[in-house]
């Protein structure tokens, strides 16, 4: 087997010989921990016929971890000067494609269709960039990929949102708007010494498994986030109360909202961060026919 890129001296190797400087703007943290990567990978269960996803492979010290375990990898880096690093600390490998590309911008659907054709799954692994965080899984998930779940490692308070149940106070709109497409679930901590450069915050990695069916059908996802958002937009403030100042319906109809709460048996005093993915569903269904 290769030697690590990720061990600290190698990678300090790589880094001088090609006087990479780090870019905070695009949120440049390396593993320098050959541990931490097995055990990410881990999390995924690929298989030999496994296709893989990540983003921002860096200097490629994850990818290698990926593609010792899968069939295929396809990565997109968005910094042009990584890829003459790449081509060199990933050329042992026959099984990984680089993209250069900001993946918010890209068409996955379609490198998907050219470049994993001939695989059983495909499971996306990353150490995200955490300034695109949510962007980049909102755009994973919403896009009806073929993907069966991602690992995933990000800034551990959103990864604590993401996971959030109902009654805590990390629980919110994000935590719908990812759990309305898998199971979420912290499957790592991972401390700051482990990067280089060192991150101002700790570090999480999460595993979503995306659910075959949503779980609670509703008219319009769309609506179901925008009554979510609407419900957390002040914490304090009673489910009704935000409803009524997020949903622009005006006071005539603050009746209609009080109606739509309790067709669902839901107290119009309590506050958003108490009802279910079920509940909300339920919520945004009766709400619809107001706005349509
Ligand atoms: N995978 C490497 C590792 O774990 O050591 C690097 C991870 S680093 C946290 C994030 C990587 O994402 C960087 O290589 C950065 O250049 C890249 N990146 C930032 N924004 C991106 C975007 N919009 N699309 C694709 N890659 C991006």
Do not use: W
């Amino acid at each position: 087997m290769n030697k690590d890129i990720a061990t600290p001296i190698r990678t300090k190797e790589i880094l001088n010989k090609y006087g990479f400087s780090f870019k905070k703007s695009l949120g440049q943290n390396f593993i320098i921990d050959p541990n931490i990567l097995r055990n990410i990978v881990g999390h995924a269960n690929l298989t030999e016929e496994s296709g893989a996803i990540e983003i921002g492979p860096g200097i490629g010290a994850l990818t290698e971890h990926i593609a010792r375990a899968a069939k295929k990898v396809v990565a997109f880096e968005i910094d042009q000067r990584l890829l003459p690093v790449l081509d060199d600390t990933l050329s042992p490998y026959n099984n990984i494609k680089i993209i250069h590309s900001d993946v918010l911008k890209a068409d996955v659907a379609k490198v998907i269709q050219e470049e994993l054709q001939d695989v059983k799954d495909i499971m996306v692994v990353a150490n995200l960039p955490y300034y695109v965080t949510t962007p980049i899984l909102i755009k994973l998930l919403t896009e009806n990929l073929p993907i069966k779940g991602l690992v995933v490692m990000m800034q551990k308070e959103v990864a604590d949102r993401i996971t959030a149940n109902p009654g805590t106070k990390e629980y919110g709109s994000l935590s719908i708007a990812i759990q309305y497409y898998g199971k979420a679930e912290v499957v790592m901590s991972v401390p700051k010494t482990v990067f280089i450069p060192q991150p101002n915050v700790d570090s999480a990695v999460i595993r979503i498994t995306k659910h075959q069916t949503p779980p609670v059908e509703v008219i319009n996802e769309d609506f179901l986030f925008e009554v979510t958002r609407a419900s957390f937009a002040q914490r304090r403030k009673t489910i009704f109360n935000n409803l009524q100042s997020g949903l622009y319906l005006g006071k005539e109809n603050k009746h209609h909202i009080v109606e739509a709460l309790e067709s669902c048996g839901i107290d119009p005093s309590r506050r958003g961060e108490t009802l279910t993915i079920q509940e909300f569903g339920q919520l945004a269904d009766a709400l619809y026919p107001m706005f349509n």
